[in-house]
């Protein structure tokens, strides 16, 4: 049985930092990609980040440069480590095993003054 978990949103001001983790379990995790995903108030999910199995990542435009997506592979967990936040970066966050319809409950992240 697949489970995700993820951890770590809350309320930030703009231009600060948080780090999100999402803990899985039922998965072969070293062999696979995953994704973290957002999705805002009346949006659709869009992907944020994702990492392969080799540790190589890719990012949204939006996000480039001030996002960091990683992985441990001996606790079955990634991150997702966000600085320089905006406003727009409001959503509820989640991972996702890639192109898989497995999802976990998220995490909110608001940023706002």
């Known amino acids: 049985q697949v489970r995700l978990v993820e951890s770590g949103g809350g309320l930030v001001q703009p231009g600060g930092s948080l780090r999100l983790s999402c803990a899985t379990s039922g998965l072969l995790f070293s062999d696979i990609t995953m994704g973290w995903y957002r999705q805002a108030p009346g949006k659709q999910r869009e992907l944020v980040a994702r990492?392969?199995?080799?540790?190589?990542?890719n990012y949204a435009d939006s996000v480039k440069g001030r996002f960091t997506m990683s992985r441990d592979n001996a606790k079955n967990m990634v991150y997702l480590q966000m600085n320089s936040l905006k406003p727009e970066d409001t959503a509820v966050y989640y991972c996702n095993p890639w192109l898989t319809a497995y999802w976990g409950q998220g995490t909110q992240v608001t940023v706002s003054s």
């Open positions: 990492i392969s199995s080799s540790g190589s990542t």
